[in-house]
Nanobody, 121 residues
Framework: QVQLVESGGDSVQAGGSLRLSCKIS????????LGWFRETPEKAREGVAC??????TIYYADSVKGRFTISRDSAGLSLRMYRLKPEDTGMYYC????????????????WGQGTQVNVSS
């Protein structure tokens, strides 16, 4: 059974930092593209950052470029978030795709339950 478990969400002030982690079990992590997605009540889920199985292909949403860093290892996935803004508020989900690469940072196959990030101004 594939499981993705996120942690690290918190409430912080604008300008602060957080690190999200995702532990993955039930699949060979090194064979799958991984990603972070976020969702709010006002906005549909969007891809924040995605990384191929080799780490050679990385995508960042324009809104987080230069502030967020995605990384992976054999246990799972991390997202370092710096200079946080109120618009970064949302539920953050870790996801794994069925394949080792991705064409779009969207519609991955396996999902975690999410971890909440709240950024106040």
């Amino acid at each position: 059974q594939v499981q993705l478990v996120e942690s690290g969400g918190d409430s912080v002030q604008a300008g602060g930092s957080l690190r999200l982690s995702c532990k993955i079990s039930g699949l060979s992590v090194n064979d799958h593209a991984l990603g972070w997605f976020r969702e709010t009540p006002e906005k549909a889920r969007e891809g924040v950052a995605c990384i191929s199985s080799t780490g050679r292909t990385i995508y960042y949403a324009d809104s987080v470029k230069g502030r967020f860093t995605i990384s992976r290892d054999s246990a799972g996935l991390s997202l370092r978030m710096y200079r946080l803004k109120p618009e970064d508020t949302g539920m953050y989900y870790c996801a794994a795709d069925y394949t080792n690469g991705f064409i779009r940072c969207a519609d991955f196959g396996y999902w975690g339950q999410g971890t909440q990030v709240n950024v106040s101004s």
